[in-house]
């Protein structure tokens, strides 16, 4: 049983490009819930994503938005980007009971 | 905004002593979890706390819910290497579809 899978794993981008990270849930799992962490920190809440729709938001300004396709599967799209936004991304799906979330790897974004 | 202090940051201690760790918060939680990165991976959830007081094991950890539902621990016995690793606290609230975690415990053993 596949849990979450993320791509890319790894990620080198330019100041002031976008770029677009890709999750694909847990088999059965629904909700998709998207965390930016910071080297050295805990995760952070960017949105989460039920039905197609962002359920809620985070702290995070309107350059991070995001998409959910109808299998479920999620992505994050970043524009105009910073040096401040280089981070592990991570996904994590959960049934839409809130908090069992499975997260996958993530993906580490680098802005150069 | 709502913050989890969680301490200590960091722990060296020989295998087989045992190890705790707490995460207080000036906000009411109504869910607690702990979870456990390793590198290269993303967090794994160990216990879920649902109940104020409640204590709950998975093996060798212990996790409790504290009274006032501002703080929770997390007790691993018995320390053996591949217990290396990150340790996150996060809390949940009813009124939100958001984790807040806090910074971390990092663990290292000691063969």
């Known amino acids: 049983d596949a849990g979450v899978t993320q791509s890319p794993t790894h990620l080198i981008k330019t100041r002031g490009q976008q770029v677009t990270l890709r999750c694909s849930p847990k088999?059965?799992?629904?909700?998709v819930s998207w965390y930016q962490q910071a080297l050295g920190q805990g995760p952070q809440f960017i949105f989460q994503y039920y039905e197609e729709e962002e359920r809620q938001r985070g702290n995070f300004p309107d350059r991070f938005s995001g998409h959910q396709f109808p299998n479920y599967s999620s992505e994050l799209n970043v524009n105009a980007l910073l040096l401040g936004d280089s981070a592990l991304y991570l996904c994590?799906?959960?049934?839409?009971?809130?908090?069992?979330?499975?997260f996958g790897s993530g993906t580490r974004l680098t802005v150069v | 905004g709502q913050q989890l202090n969680q301490s200590p940051q960091s722990m060296f201690i020989q295998e087989g002593e045992d190890v705790s760790m707490n995460c207080t918060s000036s906000s009411i939680f109504n869910t607690w979890l702990w979870y456990k990165q390793e590198p290269g991976e993303g967090p794994v959830l160990l216990i879920a706390?649902?109940?104020?007081?409640e204590l709950t094991s998975n093996g060798r950890l212990t996790a409790q819910f504290g009274i006032t539902r501002k703080d929770s621990f997390l007790n691993i016995s018995a320390s053996i290497p591949s217990d290396v690793g990150i340790y996150f606290c996060a809390g949940g609230m009813d009124s939100s579809y958001k984790l807040i975690f806090g910074s971390g415990t990092r663990l290292l053993v000691r063969p």
């Open positions: 706390l649902y109940k104020a007081g």
């Open positions: 994590a799906s959960s049934l839409a009971d809130l908090y069992g979330y499975t």
């Open positions: 088999s059965g799992h629904d909700t």
